[in-house]
């Protein structure tokens, strides 16, 4: 179930109105609903790939893998696909996020193992006896969008898929109409978070920082690092 947007503005003017801190116009709330929810959406894959990347071994049972891959699969308007095609093994499609790399040979799938430097390969082939031993794939980027999937017997073009996930958060309004000169929530020109219900308190969190810094308040930005601090404390027990 996505975030409303109405329970998280109303959070945030509560809090930004604690001891006269201050009053976010629904326009700025709009631009720093927009900010947050693209931050935390993209935070997702940093946090994925720094996990992956520690933690090999546990890619597919790990708590915190699971955790960030169930937020990202139920934020509206994000398809993930285990098994999409990268054409001719070298070529990903446009506007997706590509996770782990599979290559299929002789019936089998397996995960492919990244390299840094593609020289390692030719050191690898150039050697009779390290050539016979080199029977697992491995790939590097190669450009934008782009990678090669080596093994021994030289480059893998076909049966290359990957994990892909395509989409991002729409846009996020508090709509409204004014009544005795007050701006009162109009749920029929507003449009909800698309991030899931657990995200509500980061996002009430990273808009008051983001209110602190632009009307230059210190006690409000601290508010909303001290928020996000106590969220970040709850989630690592």
Known sequence: MPVNVDTVYQTVQALANKEQRGYLTPQEFNLFAIHAQKDIFEQYFYDLDAIRTAKPQARELGDSVQHILFKIQNTDGVI????????????????????????????????????????????LRRSKWHQEAFDEAVYFDDGYGKIQVWNGNGQITTGVTCESIKGEPGLVYWGYMIINEKPVYDPSASRNFDLHSSEQPDLVAKILKLAGISIEDQELYQAGAAEEALNTQQQNK
Do not use: L, W, Y
């Open 80 to 123: 993930i696909n285990p098994n999409s095609v990268v054409a001719g093994g070298t070529t990903f499609e446009n506007r997706q996020f590509n996770g782990k790399i599979f290559v299929t040979i002789g019936g089998v799938r397996k995960t492919v193992k990244k390299i840094e430097n593609p020289d390692e390969i030719h050191d």
